[in-house]
């Protein structure tokens, strides 16, 4: 197993989506053979890419493919775009502008969130008079 082998099977069977409803990034390669993913889910996480391999509920669109590798924290997904982006053919505008933008706009922590909501209270009282 080697990540150039990984980056073919991920252009021809993966897919790279942005859930917006869940404010998640999913990275997922869809197989019918269950045995090839869990080879390809060991190897990234050789490398600390955090993924695991799903079935399918039954009753999905496409029965015939019953299993994905499901990468969906950022920070996998990012490092899983920083290995293989350059590796691409199909995907690789579409990769590489995933990982300009996480990289661009990463996502604030907690307290940073209540920090800014913080200073818009007092904006607000301080602009009411």
Known sequence: ?????????????????????????????????????????????????????????????????????????KRDVCKFLGLMHHRLVVKKQLAEDYYRFIKLFPTMSRQQRYACREDRKYACKSARG
């Not at 990034?25 to 799903?54: G, M, P, T, Y």
Request: charge should be negative.
């Open 1 to 73: 197993m080697n990540l150039d082998y990984i980056a073919g099977f991920f252009d021809g069977e993966g897919s790279l989506t942005y859930n917006r409803a869940g404010k998640q990034w999913l990275v997922k390669i869809a197989q019918s053979e269950r045995a090839v993913l869990d080879e390809i889910v060991e190897f990234l996480q050789s490398l600390d890419v955090h993924c695991s391999v799903h079935k399918k509920p039954f009753g999905e669109k496409c029965t015939r493919i019953p299993y994905d590798i499901v990468i969906h924290r």
